[in-house]
């Protein structure tokens, strides 16, 4: 279905005002060879002629040619006669011609048109081709029946499609049954009666859905189309003879009736069939929303705990085909069916637990704790029975007959309503003017062949529910709660400044400020910077995102959006982190609440499998006094939803802010990304220093050690959750009663005691505080290195930082140089470093201890420390010996102690090489 939504979406922006004519003609030609693609891939070509953009395709031995005209109204028949000229000159008599006035529809077809083209072609007008576009029947079946005897210039769709069933549409009649009694044994609380109203004899089709209708009628929905019931005195009609019709229909109040037909829906008014949506699943349903609106339930919510994705959503019909307004639901669970609650909640329906969703803030069902216990094990059909109670009815939990109940969505419980021995629900209706329910069954009969039917009516059910409720009462700080309620995915409810706002261009979309006209509400208006399909592909990944953790106060919220992801709203925000650096360096409260809002939007996103990848400054915005997230752009969805996961290339996000594997494989990156980002926006935020690729902005104080360990370029060095990156924070940031020596010191008396985690914590505290004189030199030392080699290899980056900082020390403590003993120790810790990185081949490891060891070996010319260091030097090899050598070079004052290397034939001649230099200098 995917396929088909993406062309709808194509032909959606045909409508698109801004467009310029020649485009819109290129894109509508581009659409028709799409659809003639869908039945044969190969035959299709698309040519330019001279005169007139056309489409010529071969099928079933014919050739045949379609040109495309944008004309409309009195142009119409104009353009057709421009389209028979150019036919005349440029196709061969030989071909079959069709002429599709995209843009015109049947009524606008009148007889100077089917003038022009009598004898020359078929006319297919704007309700053909949109039904192609909704995959309600393929244009090359429409183009064959067109040309059928005696092919008049232009048939309307219907009477393309519609057909009278030979058979008479199956009979509902009055039960036949003694007065006041029922003939379904049923059980009902008191007050409630069910009773048999209509039944019919041995149908040989299966109803798949009813739906209520003015003046006492109903729709049922059968495989020959929509039969019409009288729902007091009995009887049947055909509605809607169109085969494929299938679930609920919807009547509004205008009389149009909406059904869906295979994967399209269809709308049926004024003897007019149209296509009005399409690429919906086989187990769609439909149902009437706010205002009327009717919106369509598809797809299949994710198996509980198998993390295997959804692919369920709710999409609002708009009668201009292509404006369909996608929700992507987020709900681990097996939905069968849905109903619309009032302003934009819905009951999503499922065996085990139903949910509550608002749309105006969230496309998630929310945790299990949020959910409710569904009263029928196939909840397969609802009706809404008054404020927020639901009659839900399907088969009973025991597997015999079926169950009534009505669910208090406010107060999360139900009752029963009535228990009847029937063999299946068929379709539930509730009269909205408060008056009866209509439960449509099927008696259970040994006749496998064939349905009986029996329609039942309930009345007296009415529960005793909580008190009726809208939409819960938006925070009083949600300037916003209005454009929420409002939107409907119409670019015009917007008045856009001309010029986008000083800091709007981003690397995929443009900002403007623009009003909501209704209310008057200043909002920031996104697009992308062109509708190529990465940048709207992008732009929808935002919205779905914004939708999914609606809930969040710290994600930025979507308020409205384009059905084509051509657009979104978004609350104007009042500043950026990137602005208010100055600020937050110098304020530890400010600084800790946008850390924690941050995570507080990463921990939802990354509970639903999303990974942001491109947390930076600019993208972590001020909005009425809170810290929110946006630019949710170049997310990564969750496993198994990635529907392109080479749209972001090899390298995304933002150089400077991105963890080092966005850069070479951005699609299998983990939480620990987002962490790294994060991190080094906190140091740069501390230090105001330019950020630099894959280089840390270690600041000093508390959250050094934050940013020091958020910030290796090994992902798995790093914290691997939030949670485990909020554990880091309270750990480093805590006040510190003790001294980091007292620390230190019971640190390593625990370490001495085998205590692997204390060595491990050891290590990690000697890097937070790299200028603790006395930490390093008096303890760090004392710490077994056969005990310490794995924790340090394990860890190399934060090794360099305890190499470094043990280098640096080399000139004292800020009082005099040195002790002896503090040399000795500096140069014996930096050796053996140096040795296990030279054994595990960690080359950079090994180079910065060398170099260490030799800066402290020239500055002390401590002799027994030089036998140590001599006896080493003498087993080095190969690479390790070609490094050491070049640490040596670089400290002549260090390679002089070892002048007798030079004559000794079993060292390596790296190192005799270099020993020779500084000694013949």
Known sequence: MEDVRELLAEYGQVH???????????????????????????????????????????????????????????????????????????????????????????????????????????????????????????????????????????????????????????????????????????????????????????????????????????????????????????????????????????????????????????????????????????????????????????????????????????????????????????????????????ERRFLLAAGGHSAVIDLALSTSAGTREQWIETPVSYPGYLARSGGDTVLVAGRAGSGVGVELHALDTIARTSEPVAEAQLGDVLGLVQDPEGGPAYLLGVRPTNDVDAVHPVLVKITGHAATASPPASAPEPPPADAYAEVRRLARGVKKDYALEKFPLPDGKGGMGIVHEAEHKATGTVVAFKKPRSLRENLTARMLREIEVAQKLGTNRHVMPVLDFSPRAEWFVMPMAQSTAERLQPELQHDAVALRALVEAVASALADAHRLDYLHRDIKPANILLLDGRWVLGDWGIVRRPRGQTTNPKRTGTAIGTLEFGAPELSVDPHNATPASDIYSLGKVIGWLLTGLPPETNVPLLPAGPWRGVVRRCTYRDPHQRPQTIADFLDVVEQETAPQIDLPIARAQQLLAAAQEADTDAARQLLALAADHGDDYELYLDVLPNLDMDTAAPLLLDHPEQTRTLVEAMTGHVRGDGNGWPHYNESKRAIAWLRGVARHAAEEQQWDLLEEAARGMCTWDEASNEFDQQIATRDWLRRLRGQAARIVAGALRDHPGSARFYYELANERAVDMAIRSAVNQTTAN
């Open 16 to 342: 698109a005002a801004e467009l310029l004519e020649q485009d819109r003609h290129r894109l509508l030609v581009d659409v028709v060879a799409g659809l003639i693609r869908r039945t044969d891939p190969e035959a299709t070509a698309v040519h330019r002629s001279p005169h007139e953009p056309a489409v010529f395709f071969e099928l079933a031995g014919r050739d045949y040619a379609i040109t495309v005209t944008t004309a409309a109204g009195a142009d119409a028949a104009t353009a057709a006669r421009i389209a028979v000229t150019a036919r005349e000159r440029d196709l061969g008599p030989a071909a079959r011609w069709v002429l599709i006035c995209a843009r015109a529809t049947g009524q606008e077809i009148g007889d100077e048109m089917n003038a022009v083209l009598r004898t020359q072609g078929v006319l297919l007008d704007r309700d053909h081709l949109e039904a192609a576009v909704c995959d309600l029947v393929p244009l090359t079946a429409l183009i064959r029946a067109a040309f059928r005897p005696p092919r008049p210039p232009h048939t309307p769709l219907h009477e393309l499609l519609l057909h009278e069933p030979p058979e008479p549409v199956p009979a509902l009649a009055i039960a036949a049954r003694p007065s006041g009694t029922s003939s379904v044994p049923s059980r009902t609380p008191e007050g409630v009666d069910l009773r048999v109203a209509l039944a019919g004899e041995s149908w040989p089709v299966r109803p798949s859905g009813m739906a209520w209708a003015p003046t006492g009628r109903a729709l049922i929905s059968i495989e020959a189309g929509l039969a019409e019931v009288d729902l007091q005195r009995g009887g049947t009609r055909w509605l809607l003879p169109l085969p494929g019709v299938h679930g609920d229909a919807a009547v509004l109040g205008d009389g149009s009736v909406w059904v869906l037909c295979g994967p399209a829906v269809v709308r049926w008014h004024g003897g007019v069939l149209r296509a009005v949506g399409g690429g919906f699943e086989a187990n769609a349903r439909l149902l009437l929303g706010p205002e009327s609106s009717v919106w369509v339930l598809s797809g299949s919510g994710a198996t509980l705990g198998t993390g295997t994705g959804s692919t369920l959503a709710l999409t609002r019909l708009d009668e201009q085909v292509g404006d369909q307004q996608r929700f992507a639901l987020d709900f681990d669970a097996a939905v069968r069916s849905a109903a619309w609650l009032g």
